[in-house]
């Protein structure tokens, strides 16, 4: 059974930082695109960062980006996301998710992911 579980969310005042983690376990993942994805309360679950297979190419929101980092390290089947400037407006639900296809090299839609964690609550207070 494939499982991904997310780690690393928390409190934070505007500004500081949070380092997100996730692994999957039950499935090697190292030719599959991960990402990560947040849902505010009252919102859409919105795109926040891709990573292709390899590491080699990445892809991140404009919301997010020079702030965001998305990273991951397939001999220990994980993604990361460091996230720095933390703003109010990045409270939410992040979640981790693992592409369906290793066709897709930094998919941003939702749809094109087959696994999904349970997510981790950030908060960021102004």
């Known amino acids: 059974q494939v499982q991904l579980v997310e780690s690393g969310g928390g409190l934070v005042q505007a500004g500081g930082s949070l380092s997100l983690s996730c692994t999957a376990s039950?499935?090697?993942?190292?030719?599959?695109?991960m990402g990560w994805f947040r849902q505010a309360p009252g919102k859409e679950r919105e795109f926040v960062a891709t990573?292709?297979?390899?590491?080699?190419?990445?892809s991140h929101a404009a919301s997010v980006k020079d702030r965001f980092t998305i990273s991951r390290d397939n001999a220990k089947n994980s993604v990361y996301l460091l996230m720095n400037s933390l703003k109010p407006e990045d409270t939410a639900v992040y979640y981790c998710?693992?592409?369906?296809?290793?066709?897709?090299?930094?998919?941003?839609?939702?749809?094109?992911?087959?696994?999904w964690g349970q997510g981790t609550q950030v908060t960021v207070s102004s």
């Open positions: 998710a693992v592409a369906r296809q290793p066709l897709f090299i930094t998919p941003m839609e939702a749809e094109k992911y087959g696994y």
């Open positions: 039950g499935r090697t993942f190292s030719r599959y695109a």
């Open positions: 990573i292709a297979w390899n590491g080699g190419i990445t």
